[in-house]
């Protein structure tokens, strides 16, 4: 174990000197991280819309609509809604900006509904604010279309009640009264276990270049074969093993200080929330683990560094794309997501899911832990007994 | 060149005395072909002992599996009587290794070399300190002991190369051709420190496929050649199995006549004929005979002006053993 912690200490002076491994291992990481962040993490701020409604209909279908979704998303704290008297200070409110956008029920909105004519709702949108016009308007159109709904279920049901008696009716009538609003907007709890973008990127980030970092212990055998310093470790009195060993600690030191840093740089310089710390260390460690045991076993393929550098770099990309390092893959094909959980990738941020919980704690992240230890050792184990073959000539 | 003869002499006692190294039957074989075919030969304290062959003569091959870098086919190694394989840990902390490569990490400073691998043959605390300044005094580069090694020349490396394999103060230090790729003042100087650590009493192991390296250095040579070694002994040893004899030609004045005859009578000598500017003689070892031949020569009123010695050398040797020349 002493010649195995020699060599580590070793190769990590060697690797702080490099000043690409310094790069490849935290700046790089982290200014992706912060660069993405800062492009695609606009949309994480909350949002503060500003809505007119004007109720001219003055029914108990247009009071639904205040009270359903207007109220919802006032809730939900993304919007305040501003009651106006009529359709002009409705348009008034959209053109001197006190509102984004206005929604108007107009007179006779309910008979028109009851009649089963055409039901209509009015958006006015500043053009400025499309965004904030688009969810209006998509509220609106969600409602509409729920009443019609519930007035084609009661069509459905009348021919049926001929003969019902009036109590029968009045119950089918204040079911349909009763049913769901057409929009429900839900709190956003502290239960609620998504990272933030920034999160994202900065763990996504660490991961995929975790892969490039770890790729050194083993990756370092071939270097010291080719500048001839791996026989000079043979030939010193200590068990060939301990080289190899020698070699996956400082790997895993690297991996580990690496990752250590970008947690505390994202945390410090990103505003990252990485959640429960131990849990963290814990994913860390284990992450760490599976990219090692990954690139040792790639680079125990290849015969030459470029060669294992090539294939490393291949597999890393790959798993990343695949494991949704690059995008979030909830927005893609559920096949997507299910493929995703054979890379360390997605189960980490899996695991850094479950802990952005605010009551998260360790015991949230034993699946994706033992997965990441799983992967990290059936292929390390294969790796180093390979990298063994590399050490001494047979 | 008195105590140059005379450390051989001592060395070749001592090799048969105790041998520092002992290999035997050493075989190695990748895929078909025959790198190594029954290799052996044994070095004692204080002896240098030179593996002389072309490339890929088995040469590498043959050390790499007395150093326990490659696992053997066949055969044994013994170091100080200890087995040496490639998990003979107590064993390989008796040799020090030069490979042939520049086996250092140019990331590091010289003291940084020195200081890993002295750890890793189990110094420590003020002995790592110590000996590392010790080899440092030894192979010249104490005052740039803490720069990195990738600013160092190409001589300043060959010679950390070689302290590295020193750090252990080893019984038997094993050098594979450390010369190749060097300009003749670092050679020189490799040479010289080779010389050196033999007349200190370490066993050393020196292969090589320059026949003056082998000749100057060593005491006793092994010849390989395609796996195999195919003479082994002195150089003088060697030289008698082609039948030739070494040449004096002494450049003189006086009754060179007489002289000649003179010389002729001594032991050892085996032709002595007078020419126009001085007397020819074939000796059977020039270098041991000379004073004496200086001394009779001028008892018999001769002036010698100047000497040179023709030896037939290991070159001829090799090209009678193999039908090749040692660079083909």
């Known amino acids: ?26 700046i790089a990481p982290f200014g992706l991280a912060a660069i993405f962040s800062t492009l695609l993490g606009g949309v994480e701020q909350p949002l503060d819309l500003a809505y007119a409604y004007a109720d001219l209909d003055g029914t108990q279908l247009s009071q639904g609509i205040r009270e359903g979704p207007l109220t919802g998303i006032e809730s939900a704290g993304i919007a305040t809604v501003t009651l106006v008297d009529d359709r002009d200070a409705a348009r008034a409110a959209v053109e001197e900006g006190d509102a984004q956008a206005a929604l108007i029920v107009p007179a006779g909105f309910e008979s028109a509904v009851t009649a089963g004519a055409g039901a209509e709702l009015e958006v006015i949108g500043s053009i400025d604010a ?7 308007r998509s509220l609106a159109e969600s409602y509409v279309a729920e009443l019609e709904g519930v007035r084609l279920a009661v069509a459905l049901a009348l021919p049926g009640l001929d003969d019902a008696s009036p109590a029968a009716i009045a119950a089918l009538a204040e079911r349909a009264a009763a049913i769901e609003p057409p929009i429900t907007v839900a709190d956003l709890d502290a239960e609620a276990r998504e990272m933030s973008t920034t999160t994202y990127f900065a763990a996504s980030m660490a991961i995929f270049f975790l892969f490039f970092t770890a790729q050194f212990g083993v990756l370092s055998l071939l270097s010291e074969r080719r500048q001839g310093t791996l026989p000079r470790l043979v030939a010193a009195p200590i068990r060939p093993r301990s080289i190899v060993l020698g070699k996956a600690l400082g790997s895993f030191a690297l991996g ?60 890393a990309v790959t798993l990343a794309i695949l494991g949704g390092a690059f995008f979030d893959l909830s927005q893609g094909p559920e096949i997507l997501s299910q493929i995703s959980f054979i890379t360390p990738h997605a189960w980490f941020l899996e695991g850094l899911d479950l802990l952005s919980g605010s009551s998260s704690s360790v015991v949230d992240v034993a699946t994706p832990v033992a997965a990441l230890l799983g992967i990290g050792l059936v292929t390390g184990a294969i790796g180093l007994a390979r990298a063994g073959d590399l050490v001494v000539r047979r | 060149m008195a105590a140059s003869l005379y450390h051989r002499a ?44 072309p490339n890929g003569a088995g040469k590498t091959t043959t050390i790499s599996m007395i150093c326990g870098l490659l696992v053997r086919d066949a ?47 189990g110094l420590g605390g003020a002995d790592l300190r ?50 190749v790729g060097v300009d003749p003042q670092s050679r020189n100087a490799i040479l010289s420190s080779v010389e050196s650590l033999g007349q200190q009493g370490m066993a050393i192991l020196y292969t090589t496929h320059y026949m003056e390296e082998a000749e100057r250095l060593c005491d006793r040579v092994g010849i390989i050649d395609q796996g195999q070694i195919r003479a082994e002994g002195t150089r003088r040893e060697l030289v008698s199995l082609i039948g030739q004899r070494d ?60 000497v040179e010695i023709v030896e037939p050398d290991l070159e001829a040797v090799f090209l009678h053993l193999t039908g090749r020349a040692l660079r083909d």
């Open chain 2, 10 to 53: 001592m060395a070749i006692e001592q090799a048969t005395a105790a041998p520092v190294l002992e290999c035997r039957d050493l075989r190695k074989s990748f895929g078909d072909r025959v790198a190594v075919d029954g290799v052996g030969f044994s070095i004692g304290q204080s002896e240098t002992y030179g593996l002389l062959g």
């Open chain 2, 130 to 179: 110590s000996r590392t300044d010790e080899v440092l005094e030894i192979i010249g580069l104490a005052d740039r002991a803490d720069e990195r090694t990738d600013g160092f020349s190409g001589g300043m490396k060959r010679r950390l190369n070689i302290g590295i394999g020193l750090l252990n103060r080893p019984k038997l230090l094993v050098l594979d051709e450390p010369t």
């Open chain 1, 130 to 136: 499309g965004f904030a016009t688009d969810i209006l």
């Open chain 1, 256 to 315: 580990i200080v690496a990752m250590a840093v970008l947690v505390a740089a994202s945390s410090l310089l990103l505003g990252a929330a990485w959640g429960d710390p131990l849990g963290v260390a814990i994913l860390v460690l284990a992450a760490v683990t599976a990219a090692m045991g990954i690139t040792a076993l790639i680079t125990t393929l290849a015969r030459t560094e470029e060669q294992a550098g090539g294939w490393n770099s291949i597999v």
């Open chain 2, 247 to 306: 040449r004096v030609d002494l450049a003189a004045t006086g009754p060179l006549v007489a002289v000649a005859e003179a010389l002729r009578a001594m032991p050892g000598v085996n032709e002595a004929t007078a020419h126009e500017g001085g007397i020819s003689l074939l000796v059977d070892e020039a270098r041991t005979i000379l004073p004496r031949l200086l001394e009779s020569a001028a008892a018999t009123g001769a002036s010698v002006n100047g």
């Open chain 2, 75 to 121: 055969g044994s190694v013994l170091v100080g009587g200890a087995p040496l394989d490639v998990n003979a840990v107590a064993a390989k902390g008796d040799v020090g290794f030069v490979p042939q490569d520049l086996a250092i990490y140019p990331e590091l400073s010289a003291r940084e070399n020195l200081r890993f691998f002295g750890q890793l043959y």
């Open chain 1, 1 to 26: 174990m002493r010649a195995a912690l020699i060599i580590a200490a070793k190769d990590l002076r060697q690797r702080l000197r490099d000043r690409t491994a310094i790069v490849v291992a935290v």
